[in-house]
């Protein structure tokens, strides 16, 4: 599991996590229906039970996938990136599709797919570990063109943050369902600091508004937002 040597020196050529996701032909139209549950419009949903079932299902262990999922949301179900990755692996709305994800932020679908798509990772690159997070992270294309993981930051940033969280206990806990709303960005790494920050933000500017509009006069009643 050995990060491969590439130069670190390469800016502004990292890849967002996920966003270059691209399946194999052959894995097009997987379909989850069948196998997957729907959970619950609403309630908490065991997260460890989750990835459990994954790993069994695909053979990959347990603390590898939490460790991806740790990485991509700090698993935040409502997690949505900037580039629109969505749920707690983090999955693209084009992957998501491709392997029968109906709902991305259903802790399980989302989970299930993530889990699909990195044995397909693995299967592709002979089980190696590093490249496999390479691939996730900046698309396989991007590992197969540079003979190993990319020169890109973000991704080698990546790969070393994962394998860091592999070598410990990770405890995925108990998560909220239901809740779409998509949550505050989340950037590769970044946990659940960053969407704290923006939930804040987000509510301080509500609040100007709503103040702003309380004070304005009745002329202006058509003008506003709310």
Known sequence: MTIGAVSPDIDNAAVSSAAAQRLPGENNGTDFSQTLRTSLSSGRADLDA?????????????????????????????????????????????????LGVTDAYDPE?????????????????????????????????????????????????????????LGGDITAGMAAIGDKSGGAAVKSGEGSGLAGLNDVLTQMVLMKILEMQMNSSDDDKDKRIF
Do not use: H, W
Not at 138 to 152: D, E, L, Q, R, S
């Open 50 to 98: 989750i990835f459990d079932e994954a790993s069994k299902r695909y053979g990959i262990p347990a603390n590898l996938l939490k460790a991806v999922a740790k990485a991509e949301s700090n698993f935040r179900p409502d997690a949505t990136s900037r580039c629109g990755a969505m749920g707690i692996m983090q999955l693209m709305p084009g992957t998501a599709r491709a």
């Open 109 to 165: 679908q989302n989970i299930m797919g993530g889990a699909k798509f990195l044995k397909d990772m693995l299967d592709q690159f002979n089980g190696d570990v590093s490249l496999a997070l390479a691939a996730y992270n900046a698309g396989p294309n991007n590992v197969v063109k540079y003979g190993g993981i990319p020169p890109f930051n973000e991704t080698q940033n990546y790969v070393r943050t994962v394998l860091e969280y």
